[in-house]
C-alpha cells in the first residue's frame, strides 16, 4: 500500500561525501514526520536527522554541521546530504516516515509509520 525506498549508499573515503534519498510511494494523503536512522554492528538504530512537513530540522550532535536533511513535499521524497564522512558514520541508514494514508477498502484515511528497506553506507579508506 505504502512503501519507501532508498537510494544512494555506498563505499566513500574518509572526507568524502554521499547523498541518501528516500521515495514514498503509494496512497499516501500527507506526510508528517520524515527522518533518517542509522544502526552500526552491534549498535542500537539511532536517529540521525529529522524534518517536519513544515521544515524545521533536528539532527543528532554527532552529524551536526556535516549532514543536511531536506524533503520535497511535492514528490514525498525526504535527501540525506552527508559531507565530511567519517569511519565511524559507517551504517545501514533508514528512511522513516509517519503518514496517513487512503484505505483501499473505503478510502477512509489512517495513520502509520513506515520504514525504508535500509541501504549501506560504508565510509573506509
Not at 24 to 31: E, L
Not at 59 to 77: H, L, P
Not at 107 to 120: E, M
Amino acid at each position: 500500500q505504502v512503501q519507501l525506498v532508498e537510494s544512494g549508499g555506498g563505499l566513500v573515503q574518509p572526507g568524502g561525501s554521499l547523498r541518501l534519498s528516500c521515495a514514498a510511494s503509494g496512497s499516501i494523503s500527507s506526510i508528517n514526520a520524515m527522518n533518517w536512522y542509522r544502526q552500526a554492528p552491534g549498535k542500537q538504530r539511532e536517529l540521525v536527522a529529522g524534518i517536519t512537513s513544515g521544515g524545521s530540522t533536528n539532527y543528532a550532535d554527532s552529524v551536526k554541521g556535516r549532514f543536511t536533511i531536506s524533503r520535497d513535499n511535492a514528490k514525498n521524497t525526504v535527501s540525506l546530504q552527508m559531507n565530511s564522512l567519517k569511519p565511524e558514520d559507517t551504517a545501514v541508514y533508514y528512511c522513516y516516515a509517519d503518514l496517513n494514508y487512503y484505505s483501499d477498502y473505503d478510502g477512509s484515511i489512517s495513520a502509520g509509520d513506515y520504514w525504508g528497506q535500509g541501504t549501506q553506507v560504508t565510509v573506509s579508506s
